[in-house]
């Protein structure tokens, strides 16, 4: 079937949705609806901005969708109204009910930012870094009512680099994602793939990231310190304690071999933009940082106003 003949409704809210969303339109294929949560109050003075994707689809024409919820009546009827051949979702946010489902020609599916079964759910982005993964990759799986336990299409591994944050590994998700669905769509839509069942004994679930989770532990080896800064630097920024105030810390630097004996939590090193902070084995040299009220600043502007001896997480 010629790809300007399939009809297809997508479904996605952040940027990895702009990404895919945009590759569909680029690739050919007719997106008669894009799908976004609604607009969202963002930052201190909680102005109401638009999701990624939904940016994407004005950008590129094409009508969108924002319900509160994809449960009513009205939100069923109106997907329904549209005649979709195809639902495509990639990081939409909400689980479609099963009749929203059965709507497409060609049923429904998913672009998921992991390996399935391990890490299905809402953040497995952050907890492949968290976990110190070396390689995550992108699923095409088959929707049903379940949160991401439908039938496996085809998945591609990617690389995660020591120093990957969320955001930089969620950009190679986004790319690995677009593209490895536009080379799935054609054959799925041909029966031409089989798919596979996820097997029940490899399946680890990830739950949305807590502000909790972001709270370091300094005792803990160097590396696992490093792996939770890069993972909750966006949102919430992991965070530990300074001469009684809260501090954040967006970056770091890995330095697992360190023989310097000092507590976890104490600057072994503050000069010339080096700010070293022992951890349980191994060190980190903190990159970025923002005091409690304060600016966000790199070290080399703000390592001189620490010393020696003094000690994070007391």
Known sequence: MPR??????????????????????????????????????????????????????????????????????????????????????????????????????????????????????AAPVQFSIINGDDVTGVTIMKMDAGMDTGDILTQVEVPIDINDHTDTLMAKLADAGRDLLLTTMDDYIEGKLTSIPQDPALVTVTYPVKPEDAVLDLTQDARQVHDRIRALSSWPGCSTVFNGKRIKIYDSKLEEDDSEEAQPGEITKASKGDLKVKCGKGSIYILELQSEGGKRLKAIDCAHNYKPGQRFGS
């Open 4 to 121: 300007n003949n399939v009809k297809v409704i997508f479904m996605g809210t952040p940027e990895l949705s702009a990404t895919v969303l945009k590759g569909l339109h680029d690739a050919g294929y007719e997106v008669i609806l894009s799908v976004s949560q609604p607009d969202k109050p963002v930052g201190r003075k909680h102005i109401l901005t638009a999701p990624p994707a939904k940016v994407q689809a004005q950008d590129l024409g094409i009508e969108v969708y924002q319900p509160d919820s994809l449960k009513t009546d009205e939100a069923y009827e109106f997907i329904k109204s549209k005649e979709p051949d195809l639902i495509v979702t990639a990081a939409y946010g909400k689980i479609l009910p099963q009749r929203m489902l059965d709507i497409p020609n060609f049923g429904c599916i998913n672009v998921h930012a992991s390996l399935l079964p391990k890490y299905r759910g």
